[in-house]
C-alpha cells in the first residue's frame, strides 16, 4: 500500500478527520499513522488486510442505509 491510496481510504472512510479516527480503528496510536504518511515509518504489510475489513464494514452499513432508504 501506497500513501495515496492509505489517504484515499481514510477520506473515504472518516473524511477530514480520518488520521485520528482510522487510529482509533485500528487501535493504534494516531502520530503512528501521521509517521507513515510523512514517511518516517514504512507503512506495515498489514494495514492492506485491516483497511480492507474496515471499507467491508463500512460497505455493509452503506448497504444497509440505502436499503432502508428504498
Given at each position: 500500500?501506497?500513501?495515496?491510496?492509505?489517504?484515499?481510504?481514510?477520506?473515504?472512510?472518516?473524511?477530514?478527520?480520518?488520521?485520528?479516527?482510522?487510529?482509533?480503528?485500528?487501535?493504534?496510536?494516531?502520530?503512528?499513522?501521521?509517521?507513515?504518511?510523512?514517511?518516517?515509518?514504512?507503512?506495515?504489510?498489514?494495514?492492506?488486510?485491516?483497511?480492507?475489513i474496515?471499507?467491508?464494514?463500512?460497505?455493509?452499513?452503506?448497504?444497509?442505509?440505502?436499503?432502508?432508504?428504498?
Amino acid at each position: 500500500m501506497d500513501i495515496e491510496l492509505l489517504e484515499a481510504i481514510g477520506n473515504t472512510l472518516y473524511g477530514d478527520q480520518w488520521q485520528t479516527n482510522l487510529a482509533r480503528s485500528l487501535d493504534i496510536d494516531s502520530r503512528r499513522v501521521r509517521q507513515w504518511i510523512n514517511k518516517e515509518r514504512p507503512i506495515p504489510d498489514w494495514l492492506a488486510k485491516e483497511c480492507k475489513i474496515l471499507l467491508e464494514k463500512n460497505k455493509l452499513e452503506c448497504e444497509e442505509l440505502i436499503k432502508k432508504l428504498s
